[in-house]
């Protein structure tokens, strides 16, 4: 009898997530005495604002809260984003276009699942976040990387992008502020890539989840406001896990044209129906206050960045550029691969992580899990004292290589 295999083909072609993997493992050392220190995970390390968590106390005590609500969110929180939207990048929308999800991640899956059939290719700018193949993968697309490296400041040209176009390219995948790399497109360049996109009639799926993050003078537009013309095929994802120190309550959304938000809607209605009606409330909250924590936030990013590009350009090898949004630094450590460091000649930067794991009980997540190897992302969104600490014994370890 011929044996079918337990998981199915489309499940098991899925990679777990690099970042949640980096730091679970350095979280089981700690647990174990070790006195690792993580720069593994996008996670804010401030508590999230306390009027934000009062109002879910409050929504708690509600009975209203105790029951099923509209699966695409409730009323009052679509108004909220889509106010929010206009009052922090100018793009006017209706609120029937919004779709409340589960945090940002169900934002990307649902873009995708929205807009792809088998065989559609999706244009994606490596380096790039470990959700994105994933949720393309699960979508049927076929992702198409277009390669950038820290000589551009990780920055895709007009040029490099029509390169990787064909007659099955149906969306760009756009991030500025981008995770891994903290690359920020200027207006000019937003607007030059969003033109090109309308040109050949391309859909845009534009991450705009680190608006608020931006440093150095750095501008945050969004492609949507910057084409006019892109209206209708452009779709915005974002959340309030970042810029409110929000991840665990999981609250992102998705804006869109009204029939693909009626689609994503009808998907989510039979996933997982609405978002928890507490987290909804506290991210009205949220969006309904002023952006003197996000700033107090962003002041201390901002140290913490220029305290680790400092720290990490003066290890021998290392070539880190200036992070101009998130909370990321990436910088390149192909330099070092291939020497002797403690015994080992490490190959990749995936043996090259694992190996300051090890040894300098640091763990930072290696450049394949966003598409090129040769590279770390280390986030700095930890305490100034523990990122200190942890570049310093890095250094330490990677003076050793000869």
Request: proline share 6%.
């Given at each position: 009898?011929?044996?079918?295999?337990?998981?199915?083909?489309?499940?098991?072609?899925?990679?777990?997530?690099?970042?949640?993997?980096?730091?679970?493992?350095?979280?089981?050392?700690?647990?174990?005495?070790?006195?690792?220190?993580?720069?593994?995970?996008?996670?804010?390390?401030?508590?999230?604002?306390?009027?934000?968590?009062?109002?879910?106390?409050?929504?708690?005590?509600?009975?209203?809260f105790h029951k099923y609500t509209p699966a695409g969110g409730l009323p009052e929180l679509k108004l909220a984003i889509a106010d929010k939207t206009l009052r922090d990048s100018g793009y006017?929308?209706?609120?029937?276009?919004?779709?409340?999800?589960?945090?940002?991640?169900?934002?990307?899956?649902?873009?995708?699942?929205?807009?792809?059939?088998?065989?559609?290719?999706?244009?994606?700018?490596?380096?790039?976040?470990?959700?994105?193949?994933?949720?393309?993968?699960?979508?049927?697309?076929?992702?198409?990387?277009?390669?950038?490296?820290?000589?551009?400041?990780?920055?895709?040209?007009?040029?490099?992008?029509?390169?990787?176009?064909?007659?099955?390219?149906?969306?760009?995948?756009?991030?500025?502020?981008?995770?891994?790399?903290?690359?920020?497109h200027t207006r000019e360049q937003t607007e030059q890539i969003g033109r090109w996109a309308a040109e050949h009639g391309l859909w845009?799926?534009?991450?705009?989840?680190?608006?608020?993050?931006?440093?150095?003078?750095?501008?945050?537009?969004?492609?949507?406001?910057?084409?006019?013309?892109?209206?209708?095929?452009?779709?915005?994802?974002?959340?309030?896990?970042?810029?409110?120190?929000?991840?665990?309550?999981?609250?992102?959304?998705?804006?869109?044209?009204?029939?693909?938000?009626?689609?994503?809607?009808?998907?989510?209605?039979?996933?997982?129906?609405?978002?928890?009606?507490?987290?909804?409330?506290?991210?009205?909250?949220?969006?309904?206050?002023?952006?003197?924590?996000?700033?107090?936030?962003?002041?201390?990013?901002?140290?913490?960045?220029?305290?680790?590009?400092?720290?990490?350009?003066?290890?021998?090898?290392?070539?880190?550029?200036?992070?101009?949004?998130?909370?990321?630094?990436?910088?390149?450590?192909?330099?070092?691969?291939?020497?002797?460091?403690?015994?080992?000649?490490?190959?990749?930067?995936?043996?090259?992580?694992?190996?300051?794991?090890?040894?300098?009980?640091?763990?930072?997540?290696?450049?394949?899990?966003?598409?090129?190897?040769?590279?770390?992302?280390?986030?700095?969104?930890?305490?100034?004292?523990?990122?200190?600490?942890?570049?310093?014994?890095?250094?330490?370890?990677?003076?050793?290589?000869?």
């Open positions: 009898m011929s044996m079918r295999p337990r998981i199915s083909t489309r499940i098991s072609a899925i990679s777990e997530s690099a970042t949640l993997a980096v730091d679970a493992r350095a979280k089981a050392m700690k647990a174990d005495g070790r006195p690792v220190i993580g720069f593994g995970a996008g996670e804010p390390d401030f508590p999230t604002p306390e009027y934000i968590v009062e109002a879910a106390v409050e929504a708690a005590r509600d009975p209203r006017r929308v209706n609120p029937t276009q919004v779709l409340v999800t589960n945090g940002g991640k169900q934002a990307v899956y649902e873009a995708f699942a929205t807009l792809l059939d088998p065989g559609d290719e999706v244009l994606v700018v490596a380096p790039y976040w470990t959700t994105y193949p994933e949720a393309i993968k699960l979508a049927g697309g076929v992702q198409v990387d277009v390669v950038t490296d820290e000589t551009t400041g990780y920055l895709a040209s007009v040029e490099q992008l029509e390169a990787a176009r064909t007659e099955r390219t149906k969306v760009l995948l756009f991030v500025s502020p981008s995770n891994p790399t903290g690359a920020v845009v799926v534009t991450d705009e989840i680190y608006e608020h993050l931006v440093y150095d003078g750095a501008e945050f537009t969004s492609i949507a406001t910057a084409v006019p013309e892109l209206a209708d095929r452009v779709v915005v994802l974002n959340g309030v896990a970042k810029t409110y120190a929000m991840t665990g309550w999981r609250v992102g959304w998705l804006i869109g044209p009204p029939d693909v938000v009626r689609a994503a809607t009808n998907l989510q209605s039979h996933a997982t129906s609405n978002v928890a009606n507490v987290s909804q409330m506290a991210a009205l909250a949220a969006l309904r206050g002023d952006l003197s924590a996000v700033e107090r936030m962003r002041e201390a990013f901002d140290r913490r960045r220029r305290t680790m590009v400092r720290m990490l350009n003066e290890i021998p090898g290392v070539v880190c550029p200036e992070p101009k949004g998130a909370f990321y630094a990436y910088p390149s450590i192909k330099e070092l691969l291939g020497k002797e460091l403690r015994g080992q000649r490490p190959a990749s930067s995936a043996e090259l992580a694992e190996l300051i794991l090890e040894e300098a009980e640091v763990a930072v997540v290696p450049g394949e899990a966003f598409g090129t190897p040769g590279y770390f992302r280390l986030s700095y969104a930890l305490g100034d004292d523990d990122l200190v600490e942890g570049v310093s014994r890095m250094a330490k370890l990677l003076s050793e290589a000869r």
